[in-house]
């Protein structure tokens, strides 16, 4: 069975910088396109960042210019550098992943347990 574990969550003071993790453990054939997404208390999930397995990314407005994603395709690990960071970026962010567990199978849409990111004012 396939986990997304992520790590580098915490409190930081505006302007500061954090560093999320996101590993993808158990038995798979591939993975495909990853990213990050957010959600703050009361709003919908939104995408922060994606990046296709060949290493294009995409970001959401807010962050262009401060968030870096990038992923490291031999360890199954995708990451989020986050610079300058705004409490408007308080949320619990959640990586993603497009995963193929056999060949020849369709890929199914995985999601980590979410990690808290707080940054004070």
């Known amino acids: 069975q396939v986990q997304l574990v992520e790590s580098g969550g915490g409190l930081v003071q505006a302007g500061g910088s954090l560093r999320l993790s996101c590993a993808a453990s158990g038995r798979f054939f591939s993975i495909n396109a990853m990213g990050w997404y957010r959600q703050a208390p009361g709003k919908q999930r939104e995408l922060v960042a994606a990046i296709t397995s060949g290493g294009r990314t995409n970001y959401a407005d807010s962050v262009k210019g401060r968030f870096t994603i990038s992923r490291d395709n031999a360890k199954n690990t995708e990451y989020l550098q986050m610079n300058s960071l705004k409490p408007e970026d308080t949320a619990v962010y959640y990586c993603?992943?497009?995963?193929?567990?056999?060949?020849?199978?369709?890929?199914?849409?995985?999601w980590g347990q979410g990690t808290q990111v707080t940054v004070s004012s």
């Open positions: 993603n992943a497009q995963i193929k567990a056999v060949a020849g199978q369709l890929e199914r849409n995985c």
